[in-house]
């Protein structure tokens, strides 16, 4: 095992450093020695690994893609930074950097070295490391508000060997809405906006199966996280479907309350999936990704049946009505005009007697 110590620091209290010691697998750090032993020029390599508690460990080692390379200077390719850090596995990531010194300069860090590390230090990077002398001389390095302070480096045989493997299940079919006169440039941007939010929902927060979150990990291989469902809901005709995500092993009766809550629906609303009614006891996992449509219960359509037919026979009854009332009004007219005619008639008769007497008694005189 190799190790250098820090220098304690002096003048009173020092801000706590992210990063306190660098642990790299040997092999690994034997593997860049002799990579370094080959050459004059310097050469560089990301650290791969994870922080945890204050402490840096380094699983693996992957040089340089570099563009620029010499006795006192080194730089990696833009271009090809990327595909590097394309490849590293979810869990990992680069902690930093580690290259090698010409015997003359040793492991102190030059002042490029300086505004490297802290450049990436604001980007969340906090630990880097250089050798010097084919390994024996080595020091890591850590940034505290803008600068360089040495910490803890050590090396430890089969690091690499404390790692395990767990898997995260991700739904492959993920449904989207789109207008039938829909461009695809105006869809596959409003699906790029949304994309990353809609695969998450499936597996995130993270939650650990048959774990509670502050336990330990196991050294197991099994390591496995709640698997989840996506439930689609379509509450009226048409495509218009509402996305739920549950736990895949709750079963349907668990979850129906929130889902007619949410959507306002009746209580005793009817949920069909596939054509066949949706069981309470129905295990989530069965309806991943299908299309439930909700129905009203058989009580309710009968209900509104029979609404319908009393408001059709209401309109019929009014509309009878009214075409009795309609014919009974006319034939009263008709009747009243008969009266009316046969009085007047007979006020005529009178009036035509009454003017007649006048007019002859007027002509005797």
Not at 90 to 95: D, N, R
Not at 108 to 124: L, M, N, P, Q, Y
Not at 223 to 238: D, N
Not at 266 to 280: K, Q, R, Y
Request: hydrophobic residues 40%; glycine residues 4%; aromatic residues 8%.
């Amino acid at each position: 095992m190799i190790r250098r110590k820090r220098k304690a620091q002096e003048g009173g209290l020092v801000e706590e450093p992210v990063v306190k010691i660098v642990i790299m697998d040997q092999e690994a750090f034997e593997r860049a020695v002799r990579v370094g032993a080959a050459t004059d020029s310097e050469v560089g390599f990301y650290m791969i690994g994870i922080i945890r508690d204050h402490e840096a460990f380094v699983y693996d080692i992957i040089e340089f893609p570099y563009s620029e390379k010499s006795p006192t200077l080194i730089a990696s390719d833009p271009a090809k930074v990327a595909r590097v850090f394309s490849i590293i596995p979810l869990g990992l990531t680069v902690i930093g950097i580690m290259h090698k010194h010409p015997d003359t300069i040793g492991s102190t860090f030059s002042s490029i070295d300086a505004k490297t590390f802290v450049e990436w230090a604001r980007e969340g990077v906090h630990a880097h490391v250089i050798f010097s002398k084919n390994g024996r001389d080595v020091s890591a390095y850590t940034v505290v508000k803008n600068k360089i302070v040495k910490i803890d480096f050590v090396t430890k045989k089969n690091l690499v060997d404390e790692l395990r493997i767990g898997y995260i299940p991700i739904s492959t079919r993920i449904p989207f809405l789109y207008h039938s006169e829909d461009t695809f440039v105006s869809l596959i941007t409003r699906l790029e906006k949304g994309l990353t939010h809609s695969v998450l929902k499936e597996i995130s927060p993270l939650k650990p199966t048959n774990a509670k979150i502050f336990e330990k990990v196991p050294k197991s291989n099994a390591l496995e996280f709640e698997k989840r469902s996506r439930i689609l809901v379509a509450p009226r005709k048409g495509l218009l479907v509402y996305e739920f995500i549950f736990p895949q092993e709750k079963k349907f009766g668990e979850v129906k309350e929130e889902i007619i809550k949410v959507l306002g629906l009746t209580t005793n609303s009817v949920f069909i999936c596939e054509g066949a009614l949706v069981d309470d006891k129905t295990i989530l996992r069965e309806l991943h990704g299908k299309i439930i449509r909700v129905q009203q219960p058989v009580e309710k359509i009968v209900e509104e049946l029979i609404e319908a037919r009393i408001r059709k026979l209401e309109q019929t009854i009014l509309s009878t009505l009214k075409d009795y009332l309609s014919k009974a009004i006319e034939e009263e007219v008709k009747q009243l005009r008969k009266i009316i005619k046969k009085e007047l008639k007979k006020e005529v008769k009178k009036i035509v007697k009454e003017v007649l007497r006048e007019v002859n008694a007027t002509n005797k005189k």
